[in-house]
């Protein structure tokens, strides 16, 4: 008995010295995942899910799913569900890669976002060769929308429908279904797969529109459009790819909230904080303030439900590919070691 309370007492001390950052190393790590509650386990006190985005390919490393399966409550597919992985060729559609995360997260407990529907970007080669009519992309599309949404019926918690669709200065972006199609599109999209699936959630998503400016503010026009007119939008998302090197979005809190005054859901989608390498400690100490300020932010707005980063671990980042020079931008490290940002993230969610 004795020595059992003892044991736990060293337990508690150890995952106390962990969260503070006072020890590191594998013991202290070991214990770190037996017996300390997990960012799930903390954000669902508030009410909120806590997730990470992965990736078929990286499903093979078992130190990586491990963490995967243990820390968080929420996934989403970093590219399964996208058209090009989806409807290879027109009509023929390959769920394989979305199925096996959606079965990978069931088995761990996990619920799914949907990413995503609608985007100018991974788009199938048959889709952009060619000149549609109106009438033939909003076919397309259609069909697009409905067979995706009506397989995984009743399997997703969210389904981001439209990703992307306006550019920095609030105009909407001139994607292949905007040019042809015009703005209402958008509406067109959620309508449908709401057809498909009465109860999964109905997001909008995109970038830089963490702080109030002209992007966002075109999501709050259109958000309100859309809720008047009576189409069925549940939430948006708020991408927050974030760069160390440019301002904190200092007004995210605010903008959160006034979605929220809609009758919206919000979710902070994406999350990733980038920095110019080398990391410093002193870049990761600016890092881990604003997982924190990030996670404050969505804490204190009901609304916000939930909080999911563009996977964990540095190891399978998608910056370094896309900003050479620039990473270190997850709360785990390469090596799958928690950062800063993990512990900053604990402090914020307790
Ligand atoms: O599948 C091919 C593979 O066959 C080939 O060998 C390899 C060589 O480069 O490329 C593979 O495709 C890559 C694909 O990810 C799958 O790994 C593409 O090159 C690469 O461009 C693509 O990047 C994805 C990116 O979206 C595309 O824009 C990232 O993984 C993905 O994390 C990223 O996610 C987006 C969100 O969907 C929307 N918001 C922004 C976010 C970051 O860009």
Redesign the pocket.
């Known amino acids: 008995m004795l020595v059992r309370t003892r044991l736990r007492l060293a337990g508690a001390l150890a995952s106390a010295l962990v969260a503070t950052g006072i020890a590191s190393g594998p013991a202290a790590q070991a214990g770190q995942q037996h017996h300390r509650a997990t960012l799930a386990d903390l954000a669902q006190r508030h009410g909120r899910y806590f997730g990470s ?1 992965t ?1 078929n ?1 990286e499903l093979t490393d078992t130190a990586y799913t491990k963490l995967l399966g243990h820390e968080f409550d929420m996934i989403t597919p ?2 399964g569900m ?1 058209w090009y992985a989806t409807e290879p060729q027109q009509g023929v559609f390959d769920f394989t890669k979305g199925d096996e995360i959606v079965g990978l997260a069931r088995a761990n407990h996990q619920k799914v976002r949907g ?2 529907l609608v ?1 100018h ?2 788009l199938p080669g048959w889709l952009t060769a060619k000149e549609w009519t109106a009438d033939e992309l909003r076919a397309v599309l259609k069909n697009h929308i409905q067979t995706e949404v009506r397989h995984y019926r009743g399997k997703l918690y969210a389904w981001d429908v439209v ?2 669709a306006f550019n920095e200065d609030g105009t909407y972006r001139e994607n292949i279904f905007y040019k042809t199609l015009g703005p209402g599109y958008i509406a067109d999209s959620l309508r449908w797969a709401r057809q498909a699936d009465p109860k999964v959630k109905l997001y909008l ?1 995109d ?1 830089n529109i963490e702080w109030i400016g002209p992007k966002s503010d075109a999501y709050y026009t259109l958000a309100k459009e859309l809720k008047a007119q009576g189409v069925p939008l549940d939430g948006v998302g708020f ?1 927050a ?1 974030l760069a160390l090197q440019y301002d904190y979005p200092a007004s995210l809190e605010d903008n959160l909230r006034r979605f929220s005054k809609l009758g919206l859901d919000t979710a902070l989608t ?1 999350v990733d904080v980038r920095m110019i390498l080398p990391a410093t400690e002193e870049l990761l100490a600016k890092q881990a303030d604003w997982y924190a300020d990030m996670t404050k932010a969505c804490l204190a707005v009901r609304r916000c439900v939930g909080i999911t980063v ?2 964990y671990t540095d190891k399978y980042s ?1 910056i370094p ?2 900003f050479p020079g620039q990473g270190a931008a997850l709360p785990w490290d390469e090596q799958l070691r928690p950062k800063p940002a993990y512990f900053a993230l604990r402090n914020a969610l307790k």
């Open positions: 985005a990736d390919p970093g590219n996208k990413h995503t985007w970007s991974q990703n992307e998503n970038y991408q790819h994406e563009w996977d998608w590919a896309f």
